[in-house]
Nanobody, 121 residues
């Protein structure tokens, strides 16, 4: 599976952005999908994940209530709607996929190249 994340950019605090992760090479309909992020000088951290059937969705405490993960299996795409953005959300955002549910662990087999989100105060 090849993943391509896009939709990042420079926004102000309080703004919204929607990230997309387009998959190719294989359908993602039976894959767990996730978003991680990595700020400069920090380790990659879990943001959100979603099961293939949408029955299980999890968020990190830092984004819960502000971010929404969703998927469109027909479009082979996963989304991350980010509202009420804060400067501490500034990071490179990566999408990931695997047939195994790794949860918050960054052990997913397939990764996108990342898209930069910068939130100014």
């Amino acid at each position: 599976v090849q993943l391509q994340a896009f939709g990042g950019g420079l926004v102000q605090a309080g703004d919204s952005l929607r990230l997309s992760c387009a998959a190719s090479g294989r359908t993602i309909s039976r894959y767990y999908m996730a978003w991680f992020r990595q700020a400069p000088g920090q380790e990659r951290e879990f943001v959100a994940d979603i099961s293939w059937s949408d029955s299980n969705i999890h968020y990190s405490d830092s984004v819960k209530g502000r971010f929404t993960i969703s998927r469109d299996n027909a479009q082979n795409t996963v989304y991350l709607q980010m509202n009420s953005l804060k400067p501490e959300d500034t990071a490179v955002y990566y999408c990931a996929a695997d047939s195994t549910a790794w949860g918050t662990r960054p052990d997913f087999r397939f990764w996108g190249q990342g898209t930069l989100v910068t939130v100014s105060s």
